[in-house]
């Protein structure tokens, strides 16, 4: 029995120039959502634009996400903070009887961060399978994963997948400074990107799936093409959190072989996955047939996704 074909049909990130909501429903939905709620959301509905779905389609869709830690408002986060300190000291009954009403009552769902997902579901009406999964890089490509099993499984016959987060919010990107392994080197940025994948029964030539691997091992842990599965002069993209990691992981992998593109190296942490993956494909010169796109994570995680296009 052969493999289904998972073919990428449109691929786009959010514009972070132009996150306008002009709609009523979008307006009421921009209450509950955080910053990269907000992002994953205009990733996705540039995704369908291009893509040729009809509204129909999607009530049978998937839809998949990486997504990172809550990105709340940080004003409201504040106001909660303050009005929950006694004498320079937080305590847990102020916060629960003034505390929680410094705040407006939508405040939790920017607070639960499946609601990054939650929100582009019910604005789009997705219907069909669905995963959200905490990631700071790695936990996108496991999204793909269960995106990828749910189009072969027969599921459904489209979905929807990508991350989005925001490494620039101040609560984020304090932990991660002090978390990473290259203080000096960390730049946090921000963004979502969202691929539309349909199963077809033979390849149509554009780019498809072929397969991925995800390693937990902290990086560099060689040899790092077989823990990868990248194929001795195969052609590689190599991404990830910080320069100084993209330096090292393609210097490793350029042992096996010499065709290595890297990324820039900015964190985008749940979103760098999928935007990477993205940036290669689009990069990717007309020869190029089968791709190798390497992404490594703030935690050290490495996720290979391996792309392939064309008839064979």
């Known amino acids: 029995m052969s493999v289904p074909v998972i073919e990428i049909v449109a691929m786009a990130q959010a514009n972070l120039a132009d996150l306008a909501m002009p709609r009523p429903d979008e307006k009421a939905a921009q209450r509950l959502m955080s910053r990269s709620a907000l992002l994953a959301y205009h990733a996705t509905r540039a995704v369908l634009a ?20 809550s990105g709340s408002d940080a004003g409201q986060l504040q106001r909660i903070l303050v009005a929950s300190f006694v004498d320079g000291q937080f305590a847990m009954t102020q916060f629960g009887d003034r505390g929680l009403r410094a705040c407006n009552p939508l405040f939790a769902f ?17 219907q069909g399978p669905n995963a959200v999964l905490f990631s700071r890089g ?24 990508g991350g989005a987060d925001c490494a620039t919010h101040p609560v984020t990107e304090l932990e991660n400074r002090y978390a990473s392994k290259f203080r000096s080197a960390y730049e946090p940025r921000e963004g979502a990107a969202m691929f539309a994948l349909q199963r077809v029964a033979a390849p149509t030539g554009r780019w498809r799936i072929v397969d991925l691997q995800c390693s937990t091992h ?53 979103a760098g996955p999928a935007l990477s993956w993205m940036a290669a494909l689009q990069a990717a010169p007309p020869n190029v047939v089968q791709l190798a796109v ?19």
């Open 50 to 69: 291009d893509s040729g779905w009809q509204p129909a389609d999607l009530a049978t869709a998937g839809l998949f996400m990486g997504v990172g830690a």
């Open 110 to 126: 920017q607070l639960m961060n499946n609601f990054v997902m939650a929100n582009t579901a019910m604005l789009i009406g997705t």
């Open 138 to 161: 790695a936990g996108t490509t496991l999204a793909l994963d269960e995106a990828i099993a749910a189009l072969r499984e027969g599921d459904c016959t489209l979905a929807l997948v």
């Open 218 to 270: 902290v990086w560099p842990q060689p040899p790092l093409h077989i823990v990868l599965g990248v194929r001795p002069n195969a052609n590689v993209y190599v991404d990830g959190w910080c320069s100084d990691a993209v330096r090292d992981v393609a210097a490793a992998l350029g042992e096996v072989t010499p065709s290595i593109a890297v990324g820039a190296g900015l964190d985008t942490l749940a």
């Open 294 to 312: 390497v992404h490594i994570d703030i935690n050290g995680d490495m996720t290979a996704v391996h792309f392939a296009r064309g008839a064979a």
